[in-house]
């Protein structure tokens, strides 16, 4: 978990799964603390009202602050932040954004009313600024949180959201404490299932304690099974057409099967072609 907040982990998208019994804005706000703190231009998507969130924002000219309605300004301090700010046009906007030596981040603070509003399109804009390549190699990370005892048609939504996290955080309450179990997949395809506890110190300072690492995995089967889940045309090969696939002799092995495999060479008339024993001079 730390070296995600940190950044020295990398991660394209991380999705905070939370419940009404175990809230994550304090996770979520670490991470805007940290990417501000790495001099990161983050901008904040303040959907729902969260007065948690918007009292414990940093200052910093880094931060950038989006509401999608006027209500929510009035629980913030800085009433110069944007408002009713469009999310594909934010999205947009951080696309185009010129070419910096810091990260760009963007932050949204519920994905449960757009994903109500619009189920179809976010995902697609979404699944679009993830995988959008720029040729002066911008990078930018987005960072959600999802409130999975609330968004609409329950677990199918939340499993499509998952699926496009490379860094997925669900966030429980054990023995009145709270505790996550992060699914993080690497780059390399590597999954890692690490299990922690979040408390605060006496400064107000998040931390986490790792309980058990549960599984870091690699296999083929692990990777075969998330690329063939839920498709609806067929991507592996039947026994019988193993076999013949196996049993097939291509065209150019058929050739090189023939003959002895001894090589002749017909000199042609205007090769310069020298009879003589270059060492007939020599006395041996």
């Not at 070296?3 to 939370?18: A, K, M, P, V």
């Amino acid at each position: 978990m730390n070296q995600l907040i940190e950044g020295s982990e990398q991660s394209r998208f991380i999705l905070i799964h939370d419940n009404k019994d175990a809230k994550g804005e304090a996770l979520l706000v670490e991470f805007i603390k940290k990417n501000v703190k790495l001099g990161n231009k983050t901008d904040l998507l303040c959907v729902e009202r969260n007065s948690y969130v918007l009292r414990s924002l940093p200052i910093d000219t880094n931060l950038n602050v989006h509401f999608m309605s006027e209500m929510l300004v009035k629980m913030c301090e800085d009433p110069t932040d944007n408002i009713n700010a469009d999310p594909f046009k934010l999205f947009q906007e951080v696309q185009n954004r010129p070419k910096s030596h810091s990260k760009s981040i963007l932050v949204i603070d519920s994905l449960s009313l757009l994903l109500l509003l619009h189920p179809e399109k976010f995902y697609r804009e979404l699944h679009r600024l993830l995988h959008f390549n720029k040729s002066d190699g911008i990078q930018c990370q987005v960072i959600c949180l999802l409130h999975d005892d609330v968004i609409p048609s329950g677990r199918k939504i939340s499993l499509m959201y998952e699926r496009l996290a490379s860094t997925n955080i669900y966030i429980s309450q054990q023995n009145k404490q709270l505790q996550t179990t992060t699914v993080h997949r690497k780059a390399s395809g590597r999954t890692i299932e690490v299990v922690e506890l979040l408390y605060f110190d006496q400064s107000l300072n998040l931390v986490t304690k790792e309980v058990v690492k549960v599984k870091e995995s690699h296999s083929e089967d692990d990777n075969k099974d998330w690329m063939t889940k839920d498709v609806t045309f067929k991507l592996e090969l039947e026994e019988k057409e193993k076999q013949a696939r196996s049993e097939l002799v291509l065209p150019y092995l058929k050739k090189q099967t023939e003959g002895t495999g001894e090589i002749y060479y017909e000199p042609d008339a205007t090769d310069d072609w020298d009879e003589e024993d270059p060492d007939d001079d020599l006395d041996i």
